[in-house]
């Protein structure tokens, strides 16, 4: 028996072939080269030549031997048995097996071609020394350890071991690793440092301990909200461990201790050995140190925008009010200016008193004085209602300054002078205005600032600072030191050493010559061929005119036309849904649970290896619950041990996490792919990303504002990514609705599913030109779709050729210049992401430095540039292109129906007050609808196939169109039932229904 962690499929498939190969596989393992024909070509059978063959390449493959040579998938015998020029070749290897032959061929193939067994000592040290390795760096779970060892034997011409003994030492390297973690970590505390972190799980007179009550995150968006934040960083910065060296420590493996620490219970951490406990502790302080600091910041971003929020909008307001005002003034004033210039020649004197005769010279004056008082320079209006709020500002500004370390990269800024003089006046009343510096403030501020007589206002200074904090902080001219989301916009790129060793191999990892010269002249030339192709094409191209329209011209792309529906689609379609069985939901989750196994990934948080009984029936419960937004009540069932509200409780609090959601959704999306209908919908090469919507109803810092969305209340935006399989694989939380391009790459490049897309699609919402050049950097292809294509801008290289009605259109050229001065620079970038430096949405916020970029940021935007001009033509010359890109995204949106039907309770509405929490239940929704998905395709393929075996009429074109987003015959409301009947549970598929018609 195999330890614990390896899966049934990965047992199914040890040393053995899981299905036909692909023509890729095949190519690599089973093709043989001159030198390996030599080799075959000196047995004197036919079937000697086709055994050792396929020997040969089994072990290239599989890293073993088959007992059986002739259990090959059929493919890979013809594959074979076609190089050898053999016609029949199950005929010509029958009896190859029984024979010593076999056996003598292993050991030539072994002597031959280099493999050597698992047990010779120095194999086995070599192995051991890298698997340690492996284990030590990472915090990979146990079964994918094992399957990278498995990777690695096969590569290293190492014949696998049995599966008990490759699995339990997998088991005891990982161990010995976190022992090895955990005894390092325990020992870099000081005894007083080690009994402040022992003192975290001890359970105060409130009966909560203060590892409990610090990893709360703030959900309180005031001045007192700030100072309690504030209060926090300070008391675990007093732990004292923020400043010792833990370079030589794995970030993963730490990474991973912090989260177990995080959401395991204070009385669990307790019980844990002195060593594990001490390190845990370690890991959790010292992580919540850095999440401490950036919710401070966050705060106080989110707290200082606000009032200038509501500063702008009374300032609105009273505008507003005062409109009438402005216009009888402005309108008597109007009378006087006419006046005055139908008389021109007339003395001052008559025509003062003419005027006046009309209006009166007092009613002339007011109407001077309400003018100049009603437009004022709008920039600086709402600072004076600003000024209202300053006690507020005044409540914090002191702490928070005094709490967070301001750097800049500059190493010194007048932003920073200006903070340490303002600091130095603290509790005076009057300061002069030699003693603060004033250069750089904008005039709005300084007219309030600076009095007549020489003396500063201390209200608008203090204000003008806050704002500017806010600005710099957005535009990362100011960072925090030991801060991730706010921190050194440097440590985001590798450093110079990093670069220097890692360049010759990111450049090829990417695709991309160093040289910027070749590369600007390769850019020219595709770009060149496809304005002329596009042009040459223009007037076949029907979709496309161009509208006159003063001396410009603007391109008019018209919209698709829906496509009419088949007979034999709509026909296919009723029969298939015809064929579905009805079902509740918790059966769906048991049931793609017997097929995947995808509850063996929720492990506890203690990383026990110990399986409570009845694990799958409390998981899919706890599931059902988060991702129908309905709490346990309607799942809890006090007859069953397993669906007690005390069991789901502590199965929510141990098992549910972002890592064991995330594991077990990657099981589901690699069972999708081996199912043949979803050949028909795609490869997994393409994907779409789109954002669902929730209203946050709780306090939580963790949401944003957005009429549109959120009415007068704040919510989250579930930013998800979703394959041409139908499978979502990656989900991202947002706060409010910011950009969606900011987000965008990391789906692609954090997700934890086999899947690898190349191309995304998305609406124009997630569009600009440092997404497409960081897209192209990184060797992905991006696809929007684009509402108005006739405003949006087309950039040529040269402006000598002549390209047709494209001319005018293309006006613009791209800063070559631009782009191969920062080239290098460039490449770092891609290579940063590539090796996981910073996340993509990072990187993106620091080059676009809060609206205004950094100089490499307005690089990479000129470098996408080229590729958005590429995808502009691509999309207005191709009608197939345009219907693809609509056909993914019209997939999201009804992916987003079903979620809306699933996630029903509470008004469809988000009440998790933590970014953690937010994340976990919209995974256990993604999951669930993964569930569905796959459990629908399942059905649908075997439905298809039924349809075949009835001489129903199946057009392959239609399969294309079916969808496994359905779900009226899934029951979604009501209490929930979990048991399956027993032939279900050994893995047998239900009884598809049939129509009365065919009984």
């Not at 706010?486 to 695709?511: F, I, K, T, Y």
């Not at 290896?609 to 694990?615: D, G, W």
């Amino acid at each position: 028996m195999a330890a614990h962690f390896v899966t049934p499929d990965q047992e199914r498939t040890y040393g053995h072939f899981a299905g036909e190969l692909t023509e890729d596989q095949l190519a690599r393992f089973f093709h043989f080269d001159e030198a390996d024909h030599s080799v075959i070509a000196v047995r004197r059978s036919w079937r000697a030549r086709l055994g050792f063959a396929l020997q040969l390449g089994t072990v290239r493959f599989l890293g073993t031997f088959l007992s059986e040579p002739s259990q090959v998938p059929r493919g890979v015998l013809e594959y074979t048995a076609h190089q050898l020029g053999i016609s029949q070749p199950h005929r010509t290897l029958s009896g190859y097996g029984t024979g010593q032959t076999r056996w003598a061929h292993i050991r030539e193939i072994r002597e031959r071609f280099g493999y050597r067994e698992f047990q010779n000592p120095l194999v086995h040290f070599r192995f051991l020394r890298w698997l340690y390795a492996r284990a030590w760096i990472s915090a990979e779970r146990p079964s994918v350890l094992f399957d990278l060892s498995i990777a690695r034997l096969v590569e290293s011409k190492i014949l696998l071991p049995g599966i008990s003994t490759l699995a339990r030492l997998v088991g005891r390297v990982r161990d010995r690793a976190a022992v090895r973690l955990w005894s390092i970590l325990s020992r870099l505390p000081s005894p007083e440092q080690r009994q402040r972190l022992e003192a975290l799980v001890e359970v105060s007179g409130s009966h909560l301990s203060d590892l409990d009550r610090l990893r709360r995150s703030p959900t309180n968006l005031s001045a007192r909200g700030l100072l309690n934040a504030l209060r926090r960083l300070e008391e675990v910065r007093a732990i004292g461990v923020g400043d010792l060296d833990l370079s030589t420590i794995p970030s993963s493996r730490f990474a991973a201790l912090a989260r177990y620490a995080t959401a395991a219970r204070a009385q669990t951490v307790e019980r844990l050995q002195p060593k594990r406990r001490v390190a845990t502790l370690l890991a959790f302080a010292s992580v919540l140190e850095v999440q401490a600091t950036d919710d401070v910041i966050d705060l106080f971003d989110q707290l200082v925008g606000q009032l200038l929020s509501r500063a702008k909008r009374t300032n609105q307001t009273e505008r507003l009010r005062t409109l009438k005002r402005l216009d009888r003034a402005a309108l008597d004033l109007s009378i006087a200016v006419e006046f005055l210039l139908d008389s021109p020649h007339r003395d001052l004197k008559s025509l003062q008193a003419t005027l006046f005769d009309r209006l009166s010279a007092e009613r002339l004056q007011q109407a001077v004085g309400e003018v100049r008082e009603l437009t004022q320079a709008s920039d600086g209006r709402h600072y004076e209602d600003l000024l209202k709020r300053y006690r507020t500002v005044r409540q914090f500004l002191p702490s928070f300054l005094e709490t967070i370390p301001l750097e800049t990269l500059q190493g010194s800024s007048p932003l920073l002078n200006a903070v340490a003089a303002w600091s130095k006046l603290e509790g005076r009343r009057r300061v002069l205005a030699d003693e603060v510096p004033l250069e750089g403030i904008p005039p709005a501020w300084r007219r309030l600032t600076l009095r007549k007589d020489g003396t500063i206002d201390r209200r608008a200074y203090t204000l003008y600072l806050t704002e500017q904090i806010r600005e710099r902080f957005r535009r990362r001219d100011l960072f925090v030191r030991g801060s991730r989301r706010w921190g050194d916009p440097r440590n985001l790129l590798l450093d110079d050493e990093a670069w220097a060793s890692n360049r010759a191999r990111v450049s090829r990892s990417l695709g991309h010559d160093p040289s910027p010269e070749a590369t600007i002249a390769s850019l020219r030339r595709e770009l060149h061929e496809a304005y002329c192709q596009t042009a040459a094409r223009l007037p076949e191209n029907t979709a496309v005119r161009f509208e006159d329209q003063g001396a410009k011209s603007r391109l008019v792309l018209s919209r698709l036309e829906a496509v009419e529906e088949t007979e034999s689609l709509l026909a296919l379609r009723t029969a298939v849904a015809g064929r579905l069985p009805a079902v509740d939901l918790p059966d769906v989750l048991l049931e793609v649970d017997v097929w995947t196994g995808f509850t063996q990934e929720f492990t506890h948080a203690s990383q026990a290896r110990s399986r409570v009984k009845e694990l799958p029936t409390s998981v899919c419960a706890v599931l059902i619950a988060e991702a129908c937004n309905l709490g346990f009540e309607p799942v809890a069932s006090a007859e069953s041990s397993a669906l007690s509200p005390d069991r789901l409780s502590w199965i929510e609090q141990n098992y549910m996490r972002s890592d064991t959601l995330r594991a077990a959704n990657a099981r589901l999306v690699e069972h999708q792919t081996t199912i043949p209908l979803v050949q028909h919908w795609g490869g997994g090469e393409v994907a779409s990303a789109d954002g669902l919507r929730f209203v946050v109803p709780v306090r939580s810092l963790h949401a944003g504002p957005n009429p549109k969305y959120f009415g007068p209340g704040r919510g989250v935006t579930y930013y998800n990514f979703m394959s041409d399989q139908y499978t979502g694989f990656h989900g991202i939380v947002i706060p409010g609705t910011l950009r969606d391009s900011t987000f965008i790459l990391d789906g692609l490049l954090e997700h934890d599913t086999s899947l690898r897309p190349l191309e995304i699609m998305t609406d124009s919402a997630a569009y600009s030109d440092l997404v497409f050049g960081l897209f192209r950097l990184l060797g992905y292809q991006f696809s929007p779709r684009l509402a108005d294509v006739g405003s949006a801008r087309f950039w040529r290289m040269e402006s000598q050729p002549d390209y047709g009605p494209f001319d005018q259109l293309a006006r613009h050229r791209i800063n070559t210049q631009r782009i191969a001065a920062h080239w290098d620079d460039l490449l770092r970038v891609g290579g940063s992401l590539l090796l996981g430096t910073s996340s993509a949405s990072q990187l993106i916020r620091a080059l676009q430095a809060g609206g205004r970029p950094t100089a490499l940021g307005r690089a990479i935007a000129e470098y996408g540039r080229i590729p958005k001009t590429l995808h502009l033509l691509r999309f207005i010359d191709i009608e197939a292109y345009r219907r693809r890109v609509l056909t993914q995204i019209n997939r999201s949106e009804e992916r987003h129906q079903l979620s809306r039907s699933l996630f029903h309770g509470k008004r469809g509405e988000l009440r998790q007050p933590y970014r953690e929490g937010q994340e976990d239940q919209l995974g256990a929704l993604g999951l669930v609808l993964n569930a569905i998905v796959l459990w629908n395709t399942v059905y649908m393929n075997a439905a298809v196939e039924s349809l075949q075996r009835d001489g129903f009429p199946v057009d392959p074109a239609d399969l294309h169109h079916l969808s496994p987003l359905r779900y009226e015959h899934i029951n979604l409301h009501g209490r929930y039932h979990f048991g399956l009947p027993e032939e279900v549970q050994n893995g047998n598929l239900r009884d598809l229904r049939v129509p009365s018609g065919h009984r």
